[in-house]
């Protein structure tokens, strides 16, 4: 008799990769991460935030930033990058989010 099981282990982050070029939407969306987290420097951390975030702010905050600068046309455009962008610098360990609040790692 054979048994197979499947255990899903907590693990931090992938330590991001320095050698990584960013595409311009990307670093742009970066940039704005960082605007919006010092819009956020006085506030208290929020629980749900890691002790080793380097700053944190509000979802809407970094897409409100991002939108502004952010090169496509129409709004749905700027949208639509934004979110493709904030997922390749989730899944590359330059940030983090959780619900509706996003942190540089």
């Known amino acids: 008799r054979r048994v197979t099981t499947c255990v899903a282990v907590a693990t931090a982050a992938p330590a991001r990769s320095e050698k990584r070029k ?44 991002a939108v502004r600068r952010l090169s496509q046309t129409s709004r749905r455009e700027k949208t639509q990058a934004f979110r493709r962008s904030m997922d390749m610098l989730i899944v590359s360990g330059f940030a983090d989010r959780l619900d509706d609040l996003a942190w540089i790692t």
């Open 22 to 65: 960013l595409s311009s939407n990307q670093q742009i969306v970066l940039n704005s991460l960082h605007e919006a987290v010092r819009g956020h420097e006085f506030a208290p951390r929020p629980a749900s935030i890691p002790q080793h975030a380097k700053g944190w702010c509000s979802v809407e905050a970094w897409r409100a930033a």
